[in-house]
C-alpha cells in the first residue's frame, strides 16, 4: 500500500457547547458507528473538525481512535438554524491550505456547509464529495418559514450520492424540491439521495423492566411533541398515580419523572432499558429518531405514530403504533395496566444493527470507493 486513504468530515454538530454535552450529537454518535462498524472506519485516515474541546471530553477521541485527526473548530453557533448558514470559510481555508493535498474524499454531513466549501477549494484538487443529510428544514420538520431548504438542495447537487434516513424523508424532501426546482433538478436529486437507515449499536434482549415507566428519551421541541406528551401525562397523573416518567430532560421536574440522562453512554443506555416502554410523540417530524434506536438496542418497545417513516421502519404488523392523540392516551394506559402485552423488539433491533445497515451506505463503494481502493493498493 502506498499511503492511506483520507477523508475529511464536513460535521453536523446540533448538540455542544456549555450547556450541552456533546456526547449526545446524533452526527458524532453516527460518525462513532462508523469508525466502529466499517473496515474503513477503522483503516482509513479521518480528519475531523471538533468545536467543543474545552467543555467536554469527546466519545471520539485519539487514544481510541488513533486514525481520527481532530481538529479544533471554533467560534461555531450552537443553535442549528444559525450553525447551518454561517459556514466558517477561515477554518476551511487554514484546512485546504494545509491539508489538501493529502485528501481522498470529502464525507460532508451538512449539506448547506457542502457548496460553500467547493467555492472555498475552487483552485484547489477537486476530490469527489459524498454525504448525509441529517435534517432538512421543510415544513414536515417543523421548519421556520425563512429558512436553509435551498442552500441544503444547492449542496446536496454537489455529492456523488447522499443518505438520508428513510424513504420516508427522502419523498418529502423530493416533494418540497419540485415546489421550487425545474423537474431535471428534482430527477437528479432524486439520483442523489439514497435511504441509508440509521442503526442500533447493540440488540440486547429485555433483562427485565420497572413496570408502569415511561421513558421519553427525546429532546424538548414542538417537533418531538413534547409538550403535548407531558400534558397528557399530567392529565394522567390526575387519574392515577401509580406510573413514572424517565426522561433525558433535566428540567422538567414534574411529580412523576425521573431524570435519566447520562454524560457517559453505558450508563444512559443501561438505566433506559429499564423502562416498560418508551414514546415517540413526533409532530412534524418526518426523519427517523435516533432516541428510538437507543431503546430498540436495550429492549424497550416503543409506542410510535403510524405516520411519518415509522411504519417504514418498524415494519406495518409492529403492535405498537397509534392514531392520534386520543388513541395514544388510550394505549399508554393499556400497556401500563398489561393490557396490551409487552413486546420483544430483539428482532427489530437486529435489522437495524450498524454493522449490516453501514453496509448498505457503501454500495457507492462499487463505483468511487472501489476506484479510490485500487488505486492505493497498486
Sequence with gaps: ?????????????????????????????????????????????????????????????????????????????????????????KFFNRIIEKHQSRFNLIWSHLPEWTNLYKITRIYNANQPIIGYCHWSEIPENGARTDNSFWTNIRGILQMKVCGVNSNYQKSVILKNAALDFQPHIVEKLDEIIQPWYLGCDTATPSQGYDEKTIVFNHREGVYTGSKWFFETMDELWKERQDFKVYTTLKEMGKPYTKYIGHADRKVYLNQLSRAHFGVGTFQG??????????????????????????????????????????????????????????????????????????????????????????????
Design 285 to 378: 417530524y418526518s426523519a427517523w429518531s435516533m432516541s428510538t434506536t437507543d431503546g430498540f438496542s436495550v429492549g424497550v418497545p416503543y409506542l410510535l405514530p403510524n405516520d411519518f417513516c415509522y411504519p417504514e421502519m418498524v415494519g406495518n404488523d409492529y403492535p405498537l403504533l397509534y392514531n392520534g392523540k386520543k388513541e395514544f392516551k388510550e394505549m399508554v394506559i393499556k400497556l401500563l395496566d398489561g393490557d396490551i402485552p409487552r413486546p420483544d423488539v430483539t428482532h427489530l433491533a437486529e435489522s437495524l444493527l450498524w454493522e449490516s445497515q453501514i453496509k448498505k451506505y457503501w454500495n457507492v463503494e462499487q463505483n468511487f470507493i472501489g476506484n479510490l481502493r485500487t488505486e492505493f493498493n497498486d
Design 1 to 89: 500500500m502506498k499511503d492511506t486513504p483520507t477523508c475529511l468530515i464536513i460535521p453536523n454538530y446540533t448538540n455542544f457547547g456549555m450547556a450541552k454535552d456533546i456526547n449526545r450529537d446524533s452526527f458524532l454518535l453516527v460518525f462513532k458507528s462508523f469508525l466502529d462498524n466499517t473496515e474503513i472506519g477503522k483503516t482509513w485516515k479521518w480528519i475531523l473538525p471538533y468545536p467543543d474541546f474545552d467543555n467536554h471530553p469527546g466519545i471520539i477521541n485519539q487514544f481510541e481512535y488513533p486514525n481520527v485527526e481532530l481538529v479544533k473548530m471554533d467560534g461555531l453557533d450552537p443553535f442549528p438554524p444559525k450553525m447551518r448558514v454561517d459556514y466558517p470559510h
